[in-house]
């Protein structure tokens, strides 16, 4: 799988509004057949930082991801509710799926 987390700082008066600026762009992602996961968090140090966690399949799927419509709409909605260009880090992964964090097993 493409592995990606990005961090997007938001221009402090759009902040709390970001999910709902960003829920096209979310939702239509989400509705990708190549789309494992893409989730938003929001930074509890910084109110303006949000962190997008997403996953797809392959390459394949990453390359109709930033070839979609809603993708190349998204260039052009979203950086003006930005502070900053959003940094990334992408990796590729064999797996397809979240693994279990052992050093915090729940038993029961």
């Not at 997008?52 to 052009?76: N, T, Y």
């Amino acid at each position: 799988m493409i592995f990606i987390t990005a961090k997007f700082r938001i221009k402090p008066e759009y902040a709390d509004r970001w999910p709902e600026i960003a829920r096209e762009f979310t939702e239509a992602t989400r509705g990708e057949p190549g789309c494992l996961w893409f989730d938003w968090s929001r930074s509890l140090d910084d109110p303006t930082e949000y962190v997008l966690v997403e996953a797809f399949r392959d390459g394949d799927a990453g390359a109709a991801h930033v070839q979609s419509d809603h993708f190349k709409s998204a260039q052009q909605a979203l950086p003006p509710h930005l502070a900053e260009t959003p940094r990334i880090v992408n990796a590729v992964l064999d797996q397809d799926d979240w693994s279990l964090l052992g050093e915090m097993a729940v038993q029961g």
